[in-house]
């Protein structure tokens, strides 16, 4: 498995990642242009031709964010998705972010699981913040300092 940082011309691949991974997924166009910018890090993870997994995050001033993390069903429990974050963080910290914050649905203990792992606690919540066909879900949101 390579981790490897990508461009936004990578876009249609990542979306199809995307597609497998949320209900509600970017498409290519939504990918490339969240994607561009010397403020992106966008990393994935590829088995040979195929891509397993991908994370997007921003840098703005000494914050980070993860917009997203999505790891392919056939590739999931390798550690892809705590590589991915890793990498990304150690990214981030090089570029001078002090922290790094993430929402993630509270719904989602696969997810909040892997972050806690990670390094991330709860900072706060927004409510409501995910539709969901049953009803909204609440926003769980994270943070780690990236200098500890
Ligand atoms: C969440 C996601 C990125 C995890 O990717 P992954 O490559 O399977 O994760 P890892 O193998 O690195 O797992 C790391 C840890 O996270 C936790 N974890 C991951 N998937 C889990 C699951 N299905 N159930 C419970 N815990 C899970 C475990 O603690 C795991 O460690 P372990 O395997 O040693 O027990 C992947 O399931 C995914 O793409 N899900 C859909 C999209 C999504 O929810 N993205 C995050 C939204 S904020």
New binding site residues.
């Given amino acids: 498995m390579i981790f490897e940082l990508t461009t936004p011309a990578s876009a249609a691949a990542l979306a199809a ?1 995307h597609a ?3 209900d509600t997924p970017w498409n290519a166009a939504d990918l490339a242009s969240l994607s561009q910018g010397a403020n992106a890090i966008l990393l994935q993870a590829r088995d040979g031709d195929d891509v ?2 991908f994370i997007l995050c921003r840098c703005i001033a000494d914050e980070a964010e ?1 917009l ?6 056939a ?11 890793e990498n990304a963080t150690a990214l981030a910290g090089a570029r001078s972010a002090g922290r790094m914050f ?4 509270a719904d ?4 909040i ?5 990670a390094g991330f606690r709860p900072v706060g919540k927004r409510s409501g913040y995910y539709s969901r066909v049953g009803g909204a879900v609440d926003a769980v949101v994270m943070r780690r300092d990236l200098n500890s």
């Fill in positions: 990642v497998l991974a949320f397993a997994g993860v997203t993390l999505a790891v392919s069903p590739y999931r429990r390798r550690g892809i998705g705590s590589r991915l974050l993430l929402e993630v649905a989602n203990p696969a997810a699981a892997l972050y806690e792992t």
